[in-house]
């Protein structure tokens, strides 16, 4: 029978300890925001949600319409007007939004295919930014400041993921 050692001992029972309060921490539950919640479950269905400090994009759909991107301005816990990005025509999968709520990229389905797309909000315009080598485009991740996209890319079967870096 090996001996365990005090000091094991303790170190061991110092990271139940631990274990333990972490865990009872989270019996308790979290909590929703209060004033955000009632107004994105009346969206509908939501889905691939993008969170930072002052800005929520998710695309939702509610029965019978299209799925469309939202976004939410988190100070004022209202949507915000998208106008030029959401099309009648395409399908969005996935998006990601910066902190100033300035750039929102956007993975979406057209005429049977994806591609990668770059809104600027006070432009009201779309961008799509080819992906080089070919591939389908899945998921996104915006940085903070707007300038790298995380992009997650099947190629050949195999999934990568590029970062590109926007002007």
């Given at each position: ?20 309060l ?78 100033r ?51 997650e ?15």
């Amino acid at each position: 029978m090996t001996a365990i050692s005090p000091r094991a001992s303790i170190s061991a029972g110092l990271w139940g300890g631990a274990l333990a309060l972490l865990l009872a921490g989270c019996q308790a539950g979290l909590r929703p925001i209060q004033g955000l919640n009632q107004p994105l479950s009346s969206l509908g269905d939501s889905q691939s949600p993008s969170l930072n400090s002052d800005w929520l994009a998710l695309i939702s759909s509610r029965a019978g319409n299209r799925a469309q991107v939202q976004l939410i301005d988190r100070r004022r816990n209202a949507p915000v007007p998208l106008p030029g990005l959401n099309r009648p025509d395409s399908l969005p999968i996935s998006v990601a939004v910066d902190q100033r709520g300035e750039r929102i990229a956007l993975v979406r389905q057209r005429d049977d295919r994806s591609e990668l797309v770059i809104h600027r909000r006070s432009l009201q315009a779309s961008q799509t930014v080819p992906i080089e080598p070919a591939g389908v485009p899945q998921r996104v991740s915006l940085s903070a400041d707007g300038r790298v996209l995380a992009v997650e890319v099947s190629r050949a079967g195999l999934w990568q993921v590029d970062l590109l870096e926007l002007p």
